[in-house]
């Protein structure tokens, strides 16, 4: 039978099952839903066959684990050589406060810290700045000096650990403490593994968290790609962050193709620089979400993988196979937890978190169940951990690699998702490309309408969300919650102003001016940010002089 006529019977064959089986069938929930849908608003079909997947060039697509493109996992072993990185994303409060917790952690198996700042740090004040008044410690854990890192990794061999920091405008100050750290232990930069995020793209498109404006802050980034190329070769430099456009509301196709427009842009700028793209790239690195629609997540970071590696090779000409991996770390929707009923969001980070395993993720955070009330509890965070070791050592998902590849829906949902999001990279580069995008606002629209349109469809009752649409329970249940030092703000103050007046005054200064002329100029400003935090600036100070030479970001008003 030829191909053509294989087709045909299976197409025949199907329009017989559908006027038989399902002649009488109603859909299940007909009456209360219009449609089948994803996450994404996506619609989904009765039945995936072959015919959905008339494009799919199986030679290729379908080839290997750890064979180009990296459809099916970027290791040929995947999770049989060993399981992916149990990340657990933690900071509160104090630094001592967040260093109890990262031993905890440790303790209990974590094979990584993954590093959450305050709102203040993010921002790049100090505690006591009038600015940061009211946020200390609130979103994460405060740090306003070298002083403070040293607390907060007290006690921790940064040459066992992998480190992941959330950071981004004022990343590289925030990555010079965590050097200059492990420079007073007596580890060495070229000994350092772990991961910065300083993706400041993603933070004008969805997470608005700037300093800068887009030009200086991207010299920041490209300065921290350098540097690290040269000087610290087992470090990720960036972390290119699709989670947080997805938190705003993106669909799966949006937070791809924006994150992907993400990582090309840094690619270009890089090599603008003068890199070569083989002694960078591989050190570029990923961050998804993992949201609540299963089988469109796992379509999601096989469709990444497959997409990068072919823009790697072929338009940039990236010859180090290494330099075609996707590698990425994955969070469950925070977005998705729900302050009503609690404890049914264990069960959602579970079904995320399998989604991302099943996906390939190189490492992983599960969220507690109590985020949507508070930072998490320990209790809270202990079940998140347990979630995903329990899915390495009881599930048995682990035990082959893509264990979904072939499947018709599965397949079918990556191909999709690619095509949409080749059609956003087209409409990016007929705005000029990543920041005359970001200037005209698209990315921002695109993202709220998302948004938008999902609400409504919540508003509607066209999809549910259990316990609050949904299977609605009693008023008034709640859970035990974190509770923070009250004190922990004063003793940080405090902290602040003893070290103002016992460190060397005028070598700061002298610190800081050198900062400030190389930021006039194009020299890279790692060394000089170094220096500046070895002498104890704080990183308000640091920002200070970046500010005066580089000015400050207001987002355009659009109507």
Request: proline letters at 5%; a negative charge.
């Amino acid at each position: 039978m030829t191909p053509e006529e294989k087709k045909k019977a299976l197409q025949d064959a199907l329009k017989k099952w559908e006027d038989t089986t399902l002649k009488e069938t109603l859909d299940r929930r007909k009456e209360s839903r219009e449609q089948f849908i994803t996450t994404s608003s996506d619609p989904v079909e009765r039945l995936y066959t072959p015919l959905d997947l008339s494009d799919l060039d199986y030679g290729q697509d379908l080839n290997f684990p750890g064979q180009f493109p990296f459809t099916r996992g970027v290791h040929p072993t995947m999770y049989r050589g060993r399981p992916w990185t149990m990340r657990m994303f933690a900071g509160f409060g104090t630094a001592k406060e967040t260093n109890q917790r990262f031993k905890y952690l440790l303790e209990q198996g974590q094979k990584g810290l993954s590093i959450a700042f305050d709102l203040p740090t993010l921002m790049g004040y100090d505690t006591d700045d009038p600015e940061a008044l009211g946020e200390f410690g609130k979103c994460g854990v405060a740090i306003s000096s070298l002083k403070d890192m040293e607390i907060l990794l007290d006690g921790i061999p940064l040459d066992k650990v992998s480190t992941s920091m959330t950071i981004n405008s004022p990343a590289a100050i925030i990555w010079a403490m965590y050097i200059a750290t492990a420079e007073k232990q007596g580890v060495r930069p070229d000994q350092l593994r772990g991961t910065t995020q300083n993706d400041i793209l993603k933070e004008y498109i969805a997470q608005k968290e700037y300093i800068f404006p887009p030009e200086p802050s991207m010299r920041l980034v490209t300065d921290t790609i350098e540097y690290g190329t040269e000087q610290l070769p087992l470090w990720n430099t960036i972390s290119i962050s699709g989670y947080h456009i997805r938190e705003a509301g993106s669909t799966a196709a949006q937070e791809l193709a924006f994150t992907l427009a993400d990582g090309f842009e840094y690619v270009r700028w890089a090599l603008e620089r003068g890199l070569d793209i083989d002694s960078f790239a591989p050190r570029l690195s990923f961050f998804f979400n993992a949201h609540n629609d299963f089988f469109e997540e796992i379509g999601k970071y096989r469709a990444a993988r497959r997409m990068w590696a072919q823009k790697m090779r072929y338009e940039y000409k990236a010859k180090n196979p290494r330099s075609w991996l996707l590698r990425f770390h994955t969070q469950t929707a925070g977005v998705s937890l729900t302050a009503q009923q609690p404890e049914n969001n264990i069960v959602r980070t579970a079904i995320q978190a399998l989604a991302a395993v099943m996906g390939g993720t190189q490492s992983l955070h599960t969220n507690s169940m109590d985020e949507a009330l508070a930072l998490p509890s320990e209790h809270a965070v202990t079940v998140a951990l347990r979630t995903q070791q329990i899915i390495a050592e009881e599930s048995g998902v682990a035990n082959t690699i893509d264990p979904l590849g072939g499947s018709y829906y599965v397949e079918a949902m990556t191909n999709r998702i690619e095509a949409q999001a080749n059609e956003y990279f087209e409409r990016i580069e007929e705005l000029g490309g990543v920041l005359p995008a970001i200037a005209a606002g698209f990315f921002q629209r695109e993202i709220s309408e998302a948004a938008y349109r999902y609400q409504r469809e919540l508003d509607m009752d066209n999809r549910y969300i259990v316990g609050v649409n949904a299977y609605k329970g009693e008023e008034g249940y709640s859970i035990p919650l974190l509770k923070m030092d009250p004190e922990g703000y004063r003793r940080q103050s405090e902290r602040l102003a003893d070290l103002r007046k016992s460190r060397d005054n005028g070598a700061v200064g002298q610190a800081l001016d050198r900062l400030r002329i190389a930021a006039q100029g194009t020299e890279n400003q790692m060394p000089f940010i170094l220096d500046a935090v070895r002498a104890y600036a704080t990183l308000g100070e640091i920002v200070s002089v970046m500010k005066e030479v580089f000015g400050t970001y207001e987002e355009p008003t659009w109507i």
